[in-house]
């Protein structure tokens, strides 16, 4: 198998970026990505575990529950999930991290590289509150880079139109998938148990 093993036979191979690929990056939030932050419903984030594994984790609520409190600062709430605490864990090794913003109908996205820190601070995690609820933790990033991505990627997906969506029923529900990932095969009952779980979770655990 043909490989590239170092970064000079990368840069032979891709060739340089232009200079407005370079020059786009900033050492902070200005006000083009503080918009798109605030609009942004939804995003992923990448850690990396002292494994040296990678890890990426969704994130979303209504437009705006990202904070964004200077050019150098902004907070991500840790709503309720299943508790695993990967991306947190994460940070706890290693600070690194990456962030990817997606707004509905842009095929933009921004990217926000920075440093992580978990924060219990209580006047912070009220700000945050959503549903009058107040999220168990939050995530400070201290951003070092912030560019927007052209629309190459969502182009070619088609992300927001509907040439490839699904009709959901033709795939397997997470219950089957899980209940059959853990060895009970097609266990009828304990596939509805799974499906009622997690349904639950998602009526009455958002928050």
Not at 162 to 168: F, G, L, P, S, V
Not at 174 to 188: A, H, K, P, V
Request: some cysteine; aromatic content about 6%.
């Amino acid at each position: 198998m043909n490989k590239i093993m170092n970064k000079d036979d990368l840069g032979s191979h891709y060739g340089k970026p232009s200079e407005r690929a370079v020059l786009k990056q900033l050492d902070h939030i200005d006000k083009h990505c503080r918009a798109f932050i605030e609009l942004s419903p939804f995003l992923v984030i990448g850690t990396m575990g002292s494994d040296g594994l990678g890890d990426v984790s969704p994130r979303g609520d209504a437009p705006g529950f990202v904070l964004v409190k200077d050019e150098n600062t902004i907070f991500i709430p840790d709503r309720l999930g299943n508790n695993r605490t990967d991306t947190l864990s994460n940070i706890i090794d290693n600070k690194g991290l990456g962030v990817l913003f997606l707004v509905p109908g842009m095929n933009e996205t921004l990217r926000v590289n920075g440093l992580g820190t978990i924060i219990l601070d209580k006047e912070i995690l009220e700000g945050l509150s959503a549903q009058g609820k107040a999220p168990r933790s939050a995530l400070k990033i201290e951003v070092k880079e912030a560019y927007l991505q052209c629309a190459k990627a969502l182009i070619r997906s088609k992300l927001w139109e509907d040439d490839y969506k699904i009709e959901r029923q033709s795939f397997p529900s997470l219950g089957e998938i899980i209940t059959d990932q853990i060895g009970l095969g097609d266990d009828s009952a304990a596939v509805s148990a799974a499906n009622r779980s997690i349904q639950k979770g998602y009526t009455e655990k958002l928050y």
